[in-house]
C-alpha cells in the first residue's frame, strides 16, 4: 500500500456521525474541499440508535444555543438533502400534579410560544394514554422529529452529491497538525475536525481522562401495537421532565424527582427516560435506560426491556405489544454538555456528551467550523 499523502483537503472530518456530517456540511457551505473519514462502511453509532426526536425547547444553556441553530439546518436539510422531517413538535403527558408543576413553571419562564399548556382533556384527547390518566400535559411546537436511519444516510449521500468526498472502511491511527494517519495511507488537511463521540478516548486518551468523558449504554425498542389513536409526535413522560435542562432547571422538577425516585426505585436505578416516538409505519420507539463506564458491557439484561414494556402498556393501557427490535446504544457522556476543544492548532474536537447530539450536532458542528474563518462569513444554505 502506497504511504504518499492522498491529495490535500481544507478540511478532514474523522468520523460521519451527525456531528461529524455536520462539520462536512457546514465547512462544505463554507467553499472548502472536505474529506469524511469513516472506519465503517456506514455509520453505525449514537447517530442511528435514537428516538429521532429533535427536542429545542427541553434544552438550556449552550445546549439551546447550538439546538435552535440546529433546527434551521435541519428545516433546510428536509428540502436540500430529502431528509424525512416532521414538523409535530412533541407531547407532554402529566399524569401527576407535581409534573404538571413542572410545564407551568417553563411555560410561565417560556411563553405560549414554546409552551402550550393542555388541560386534562385536552391531553387526553390528543394522546394515545390510557384513558382518563392525565391530569394535563404541554405541547412544544418548535419540536421536530427524523427518522435517524433515514436521516444520517441521506445526509452522507447529499454531501457525497455535493462534492465531499468520504473515505470508508478506514481506520484512523494519529491525527496531528495538518495530517490524519489512515490505514490507506495519511491524508494532508489544513483542519481536522474529530467527531467520534465515545471513541475520543482511543484517538486522545488523555483528553478523555481529563475531562471526565465514559460511555453511557442504553437499551431501546422498536415494538408494534395498536395506540388508541396515533402518536403524531414524540411524547415525553414525568421521567423526562427531571432530565432535560429546561424542564430539571425548575423549582418544581425537585420536588418530583424526588417522589419518582421514592415511588419507583427500580426505574431509577435503570436511569430511565420512558418517551416515545412513532415512526411513519406505525411502529413504536421505546426507550430508554442508561448505564455508564470507562467501557460498558455489551449484555443486555432482559430485566431492563421488561421494565421498559411494563411502563408502556400501563401509559398507554395496552395488553399486547409485539417487539421488532431491540438494541443497545452507546453515547459519550461527561460533565458538561459538550466536548469542544482546539487540542492541538488546527486539529478541533467535537461531541455532544449527554445524549441530545441528533438535537444539537448540526449547530455545535457549525460553531466549531465557523470559529476557523474570521466572524464575519456567513455560510449561506445550499451553497456549492
Known amino acids: ?47 442511528v440508535r435514537n428516538f429521532g426526536h429533535l427536542c429545542f425547547t427541553p ?81 412544544l411546537p418548535q419540536d421536530l422529529q427524523a427518522n435517524p436511519r433515514q436521516a444520517i444516510g441521506a445526509l452522507a449521500a447529499y454531501l457525497e452529491r455535493e462534492g465531499v468526498e468520504f473515505r470508508r472502511r478506514t481506520a484512523v491511527g494519529a491525527v496531528r497538525p495538518g495530517r490524519v494517519e489512515t490505514s490507506r495511507g495519511p491524508i494532508d488537511a489544513g483542519r481536522v475536525v474529530v467527531a467520534v463521540n465515545h471513541d475520543i478516548d482511543l484517538l486522545y486518551p488523555e483528553v478523555a481522562e481529563r475531562v471526565g468523558i465514559v460511555r453511557c449504554a442504553l437499551d431501546m425498542l422498536r415494538v408494534s401495537t395498536e395506540l388508541r389513536i396515533p402518536l403524531v409526535a414524540p411524547l415525553l413522560t414525568g421521567w423526562s421532565l427531571v432530565r432535560y435542562g429546561a424542564f430539571s432547571a425548575t423549582p418544581a422538577a425537585v420536588a418530583l424527582r424526588e417522589r419518582l425516585h421514592a415511588e419507583s426505585p427500580a426505574l431509577a436505578a435503570l436511569d430511565l427516560n420512558q418517551m416515545y416516538t412513532q415512526l411513519p409505519d406505525g411502529s413504536l420507539i421505546v426507550g430508554d435506560t442508561h448505564v455508564r463506564g470507562v467501557s460498558v458491557a455489551p449484555f443486555q439484561a432482559e430485566s431492563a426491556f421488561e421494565s421498559l414494556l411494563e411502563v408502556t402498556r400501563e401509559l398507554f393501557g395496552l395488553e399486547h405489544l409485539r417487539v421488532i427490535e431491540r438494541w443497545q446504544g452507546v453515547y459519550a457522556s461527561g460533565p458538561n454538555d459538550f466536548l469542544i476543544e482546539e487540542v492541538e492548532p488546527g486539529v478541533h474536537l467535537a461531541s455532544a456528551t449527554t445524549g441530545i447530539g441528533m438535537t444539537t450536532g448540526l449547530g455545535l458542528a457549525d460553531h466549531v467550523v465557523g470559529a476557523f474563518e474570521p466572524a464575519t462569513t456567513t455560510p449561506q444554505r445550499g451553497a456549492s
Open 59 to 139: 434544552q438550556a444553556g449552550l445546549a439551546r444555543e447550538f439546538a435552535l441553530a440546529s433546527r434551521e439546518l435541519w428545516l433546510g436539510l428536509a428540502s436540500d438533502a430529502g431528509v424525512w422531517i416532521r414538523e409535530s413538535g412533541t407531547l407532554v403527558a402529566a399524569r401527576r400534579e407535581d409534573e404538571l408543576a413542572v410545564l407551568q413553571e417553563l411555560a410561565a419562564a417560556r411563553g405560549g410560544a414554546e409552551v402550550e399548556l393542555l388541560s386534562a382533556a385536552e391531553a387526553n384527547e390528543r394522546m394515545p394514554l390510557a384513558p382518563g390518566s392525565a391530569v394535563g400535559g404541554a405541547f
Open 1 to 47: 500500500m502506497s504511504t504518499s499523502p492522498m491529495s490535500g483537503f481544507d478540511v478532514a472530518v474523522v468520523g460521519s456521525g451527525i456531528i461529524g456530517l455536520g462539520a462536512a456540511l457546514a465547512a462544505h457551505r463554507r467553499g472548502q474541499r472536505v474529506v469524511v473519514i469513516e472506519r465503517g462502511s456506514e455509520a453505525a453509532g449514537a447517530s
